[in-house]
């Protein structure tokens, strides 16, 4: 997948994700954007190799909250 091609799904699955980070968590939708773009989550989202853009929102969403307490560990593709 070229770069460009890659931020267009970087941007749509992160609307996904911090929509479902608002839910779960009350938070309003500058709060689960802030959070969540400043995440370790996040961090390996953004790289392609990582593979973790193939996570469902829900999953990713769940990764992020247990990562907020202290435990992060991805599951398999």
């Known amino acids: 997948m ?3 091609s890659y931020e267009t799904l970087l941007y ?5 994700v911090v ?5 779960l968590n009350n ?9 969540f773009t400043r995440s370790k ?3 390996y989202l953004e790289r392609e190799e990582t593979k973790v853009w193939q996570y469902s929102t829900l999953m990713l969403a769940t990764l992020f909250n ?8 991805l599951p398999e593709v």
């Open 27 to 35: 938070w309003s939708e500058n709060e689960a954007l802030e959070r």
């Open 66 to 73: 247990e990562e907020r307490t202290g435990r992060l560990s």
């Open 19 to 23: 929509d479902k980070i608002m839910e």
């Open 41 to 43: 989550l996040y961090s």
């Open 2 to 4: 070229n770069e460009r």
């Open 12 to 16: 749509g699955i992160t609307a996904g």
